[in-house]
């Protein structure tokens, strides 16, 4: 975890706590982490939960790898040190979601166990609900899809430090969901991520 530098800082209590925002948008806020390799289909089952979810009155809103890269996290590159930042980073930005009472939808390859658990720890310190969703495909089907065309080009050495070629993906070990997505139609690993949000009382649709 990232060393505190600033000195003579303090926490800020408000009036409002996050149980009047949940009450206030009428469902409770959560940290939903989808985790898996590169072309798992992390991105389009978030993106397709997104628009369920916005139909159904819900307030979230989706965080997504390439976009935080392009933005907050534009400094970092793909070294375990720069992901275990992105991952720290983004851990702290979705914990503020949660706090204004959203659901944040978070999408990041995420290879590093401990990384993933810190951001657990994070939510788990805090009274949050952490849900870790593992989209579960071959290596195989996911250099069969390639959308971005990221395996050729780690094939052909132009990318260093790649998830699944030359860098490691630590499964989860224990995630509240475990997708399979080059097996389950996209309608079924949604459905299942959205019995888990009733079960949890974080949603009541």
């Not at 275990?84 to 166990?113: C, M, T």
């Not at 224990?174 to 097996?183: F, N, Q, R, Y």
Request: aromatic share 6%.
């Amino acid at each position: 975890m990232a060393e505190q530098k600033a000195t003579n800082v303090h926490w800020h209590e408000g009036d409002i706590t996050r149980e009047h925002r949940e009450k206030l948008l009428g469902h409770k806020g959560a940290t939903i982490w989808f985790t898996g390799l590169s072309g798992s289909g992390k991105s389009t089952v978030a993106v397709e939960l997104e628009g369920i979810l916005h139909e159904q009155g819900v307030i979230c809103y989706r965080l997504d790898g390439d976009n935080v890269r392009m933005g907050i996290n534009k400094n970092l590159g793909f070294s375990a040190e720069d992901r275990a930042e992105n991952i720290r980073r983004i851990g702290e930005v979705a914990k503020l979601f949660v706090d204004s009472g959203q659901i944040a939808l978070s999408s990041f390859v995420s290879p590093y166990r401990e990384d993933r658990d810190q951001v657990r720890a994070l939510h788990d310190e805090a009274g949050m609900d952490f849900i870790e969703v593992f989209v579960d495909c071959s290596l195989e089907a996911a250099e069969e899809r390639d959308p971005k065309g990221l395996y050729k080009k780690a094939r052909a050495g132009e990318i260093k430090n790649f998830t699944g070629i030359d860098d490691p993906y630590e499964e989860p070990l224990k995630p509240e969901i475990h997708l399979h997505s080059d097996k389950q139609t996209l309608e079924e690993e949604v459905n299942e991520i959205l019995a888990v949000l009733r079960d949890r009382g974080i949603i009541n649709k």
